[in-house]
């Protein structure tokens, strides 16, 4: 029954390593996001897709790399981890310019 | 100018209070607008549209105004279940939602 659903719901990694976070969603929805929300609470984009086109891409290192394979799915990999990426990550999902609905967030920790 | 801005707060309200937030916004051309609360630790979750003529959910009123830029979110009758983040949400043209920070509110016994 979950809508959106994150793999994993905690990780927790080394500086340098690689790792990729998986978001499905099964609401029929044509838009997916994926937000970063550091220490401070603040809820920022990192990146839109609608109908697995890329159409909001701000400003994140090109280390970070969305893939969507299919409109219910956008997986975030990360390359390179460095400590201030620790934050969490909520994947969403809507219909183009409706309301959002939020995976449970992934807790990322890099040490 | 931040692009949504709110008073992060906190409130410190007694249960039974009536409390009001304000957020204010920076795109004139935004269309689409919302209220989402956040509890510790979870996801955000929609608490209610804003329209434009204002609109009216239990114990809940939001009200938007175009001309100044601002939206806020009215809490009647304050639960200590109502203690939550509250985020100011407004929805650019391009569907580039932006959040506000967020305002704490604490409804204490």
């Known amino acids: 029954d979950t809508a959106v659903s994150q793999t994993p719901k905690y990780l927790v990694t080394q500086m340098g390593n690689d790792k990729s976070i998986k978001c499905e969603q099964n609401?029929?929805?044509?838009?997916m996001y994926w937000y970063k929300q550091d220490s401070k609470k603040f809820l920022k984009i990192m990146f839109s897709?609608?109908?697995?086109?890329?159409?909001i891409n701000e400003t994140v290192p090109n280390r970070f790399s969305p893939k969507s394979p299919d409109k219910a799915h956008l997986n975030l990999h990360i390359n390179s981890l460095e400590l201030g990426d620790s934050a969490v990550y909520f994947c969403?999902?809507?219909?183009?310019?409706?309301?959002?609905?939020f995976g449970p967030g992934t807790r990322l920790t890099v040490t | 100018r931040k692009e949504v801005e709110q008073d992060p707060g906190p409130f410190n309200v007694p249960e039974g209070a009536t409390v009001a937030f304000n957020c204010t916004y920076s795109n004139s051309a935004s269309q689409s607008f919302f209220w989402y609360r956040q509890d510790c630790r979870k996801e955000p979750k929609l608490l209610m549209s804003?329209?434009?003529s204002g609109n009216e959910d239990g114990r809940f009123t939001a009200q938007l105004n175009r001309a100044s830029q601002y939206i806020s979110l009215l809490i009647r009758d304050s639960k200590l279940s109502d203690s939550a983040t509250y985020l100011c949400?407004?929805?650019?043209?391009?569907?580039?939602?932006?959040f506000g920070a967020g305002t704490r509110l604490t409804v204490k016994p």
């Open positions: 897709y609608n109908n697995k086109e890329l159409i």
């Open positions: 949400v407004v929805n650019g043209n391009n569907n580039d939602m932006r």
């Open positions: 609401l029929g929805h044509d838009t």
């Open positions: 969403a999902s809507s219909l183009l310019r409706d309301e959002q609905y």
């Open positions: 804003v329209y434009s």
